[in-house]
Nanobody, 119 residues
Framework: QVQVVESGGGLVQAGGSLRLSCAAS????????MGWFRQAPGKEREFVAA????????AYANSVKGRFTISRDNAKNTVYLQMNSLKPEDTGVYYC????????????WGQGTQVTVSS
């Protein structure tokens, strides 16, 4: 089982930056993929970015490519989401999640952190 806790959300003006953190704990973390998702008011939750703890390239949603960067610190068991050039449409609750490499569904979710981008 994996536990994840997000932090780092807040209010920022359009064009600004924020960095979200996701602290993970549990056994065999290296066998999990870590993902960031977001949910805007009145909309479905959507994929933002994902990364493994080992090899492989990160994956991004088209809407955030070139603006967001996902990274990891294996020593701290922490995954980050650096968000630059933020837009009002990036507003929402951001969730960190984990899934096993062998599955397609994210099983473990954090409580979410609010990101609000003002125009």
């Amino acid at each position: 089982q994996v536990q994840v806790v997000e932090s780092g959300g807040g209010l920022v003006q359009a064009g600004g930056s924020l960095r979200l953190s996701c602290a993970a704990s549990g056994r065999m973390l290296s066998s999990y993929i870590m993902g960031w998702f977001r949910q805007a008011p009145g909309k479905e939750r959507e994929f933002v970015a994902a990364i493994t703890w080992t090899v492989g390239s990160p994956a991004y949603a088209n809407s955030v490519k070139g603006r967001f960067t996902i990274s990891r610190d294996n020593a701290k068991n922490t995954v980050y989401l650096q968000m630059n050039s933020l837009k009002p449409e990036d507003t929402g609750v951001y969730y960190c999640a984990a899934r096993k490499l062998s599955t397609m569904n994210y099983e473990y979710w954090g409580q979410g952190t609010q990101v609000t981008v003002s125009s």
